[in-house]
């Protein structure tokens, strides 16, 4: 049992090179989130699914797209990365019905 | 405005001198307030999540505690191994809930 994966840990982009952060759980959750954390700021939400096939934008979603085409699967997708990108990024899940969010190890993403 | 600010920034004890970290939030229609632990390069662990004004919850040397405008999570005898980010988070809405988080605490404990 697994919980949340996330890949990869690590990675490096130029400026405007694409990339793809998978996020994968084993809980059955219907909720999954992508979140970013910067220094001196609160995690701050990205884009969030409420279940297969569905996707909805949070807070600071520019630049960014997302994809649920499985249950246990949200794909967080980079199309042209910018400086302003580099951050830590999370993946949560939640259970339909609760309130807590469980978190992944998270993706380092530095762009040049 | 929704806000959520944790104090201190940051704080260093000695082994085994109990303190507190606070948490003050500005939500409406609060379903939820949650800690969790974060250690360097890791995700956010849970630890708890308290409903209503009065609740208590208490894991190891942790309690946390909530009142209508702040939650205190107490940190009674620490050791080094707690030296950590301590995160607030706040939950609002129904359905699709809001959440919104502090921007932690960072503990060390000193031997």
């Known amino acids: 049992n697994a919980g949340v994966t996330q890949t990869p840990k690590f990675r490096v982009l130029k400026t405007g090179q694409s990339m793809t952060l998978l996020c994968a759980q084993d809980m059955n959750h219907e909720y999954m989130y992508w979140y970013r954390q910067d220094p001196g700021m609160g995690l701050r939400l990205i884009h969030y699914s409420v279940g297969e096939g569905t996707t909805a934008k949070g807070e600071v979603p520019d630049g960014y797209n997302v994809s649920r085409l499985k249950k246990q699967n949200f794909l967080l997708g980079l199309e042209s990365a910018a400086p302003s990108q580099t951050s830590v990024y999370f993946c949560?899940?939640?259970?339909?019905?609760?309130?807590?969010?469980?978190f992944g190890p998270g993706t380092r993403l530095t762009v040049l | 405005e929704d806000q959520v600010t944790q104090s201190p920034e940051a704080l260093r004890l000695q082994e085994g001198e109990s303190s507190s970290l606070n948490c003050s939030y500005t939500?409406?229609?609060?379903?939820?307030l949650f800690w969790y632990r974060q250690d360097p390069g890791k995700g956010p662990e849970f630890l708890f999540t308290l409903y209503s004004a009065g609740e208590e919850k208490e894991k190891e040397r942790l309690k946390a505690t909530l009142t209508k405008k702040e939650s205190f999570l107490h940190i009674t005898a620490p050791k080094p191994e707690d030296s950590a980010t301590y995160l607030c988070?706040?939950?609002?809405?129904?359905?699709?809930?809001?959440?919104?988080f502090g921007t932690g605490t960072r503990l060390k404990v000193l031997a």
């Open positions: 988070a706040v939950c609002r809405g129904s359905g699709t809930y809001k959440y919104i």
């Open positions: 939500v409406s229609g609060l379903r939820g």
């Open positions: 949560a899940t939640r259970e339909a019905g609760a309130d807590t969010q469980y």
